[in-house]
């Protein structure tokens, strides 16, 4: 097999990782938010699930959450999914992992922020919610950048993770190939595929940063 | 009627008892200064005249409103409208500025007329270019705060906290974050607000200053008043506190 049937083998599994990727980005970041409102909730008792929900996100394996989110359905409750289900479980194990990485990053960006910002703000007549959305997101957002660059790059690399249930992405094909073929070409064909993502994820994050430098 | 009136404040913080039952009160433009050593209880006390801080005895009023009161030991507040009202006869300045970083100079000065206040845009950015004018910034209106000087910095935060119009200012040492030179450039700018005679009150370890431009001066210790009267009768106070503090000030 040539490269070039390796290389036109991989792009098309390349687009299944680029969905699993933007997909998990599109629910992940938002989600994330959520949880950090959780994890600093006026409710104990809401703080506290939302801890446990993290620390199981962070203390258990990934792969092991996707096997859990695909056979748990049919193991536990005998429910009959269909071939589609195995992207929706993708994206739920992906979506909920990453959110409890975010929301973490979220709160230590809005622990960063002096208390004299709100302050400043609440003399100045701003409403609660305007204080968040106006003076304390803004400058969240910049504290954060790097930390959340660090855990897009990682996402790129982890999608490979999919091929523990049997999804055939880039990374799945690439295995598929190689033991067909008896060659590792496939494989550094691959590493090339994420190690080009991940410098132009950099090269993204790096320019959003830039815009962000007009100040501190 | 007094703009402001406080009525017997405590304030503790984890049992320790900063402000024991302190009054005053403060006419239209009045101007008082409040000095005193380092914990004696300045800061606090305007951090709960702008409500910063809850109290936990007493009374505080603006214009015969009351803003908050304790009562059967909880602290109360008036209606959210009401609130709000009373919120806009006062302004703060902080020692650190507190300026938000990610606005420009103009940016920071207009936002909260305009979006808290619902003030007509044009007419409040003509304002805020006649305040940077009036402190020396006019050049500086897209600047961003960190490209300031501590100086220029407090100046702008002066110009932001009159933008809302309070007719009220106070100052937590404005001055105390500034070297010499940059303190005479503030205090400056605040004794020009007293020509205009702006209410003020002052929180201040500039002596001079509180002796040349305030009509009161307060001298605070360990939580109460320990002396209060027109500057020259307070600084020839033989209050042997006051007199160790100055002496104190004076060897330095």
Known sequence: MSVEVILRELTTGFGQTMMIFALTLVFSLPLGM???????????MMRELVKLYISVMRGTPLMLQLLIWYFGPFYLWKMNIGGSYKLIAIILGFSFNYAAYFAEIYRSGM???PNGQYEAAALLGYSKQQTFLKIILPQVVKIILPAITNEIITLVKDTSLVYSISYIEMFAKAKQIAAAQTTVVPFFVAGVFYYITCLAVAWVMEHIEKKFDYYR | MKLL????????FAGMEVIKDISLSVSE?????IIGPSGSGKSTLL????MLETIDGGEICYLGKAATWVENGRTMFPKKEERREIQSYYGLVFQNFNLFPHYSVIKNIVDAPISVQKRNKEEVYEEAK??????????????YPCQLSGGQCQRLAIARALALRPKILFFDEPTSALDPELTGEVLKVIKDLAAEHMTMVIVTHEMNFARNVADKIIFMDKGVIAVEGAPDDVFASDSPRMKEFLGRLSKE
């Open chain 1, 34 to 44: 959520v949880v950090y409102f959780g994890r600093t909730s006026r409710f104990w």
């Open chain 2, 5 to 12: 009136e406080m009525k017997q404040i405590r304030k503790a």
């Open chain 1, 111 to 113: 622990k960063s922020i």
């Open chain 2, 29 to 33: 433009g009045e101007i008082v200064a």
């Open chain 2, 47 to 50: 951090r709960c005249a702008t």
């Open chain 2, 130 to 143: 006649k305040l940077l004018a009036k402190m020396g910034l006019a050049d500086k209106a897209d600047a």
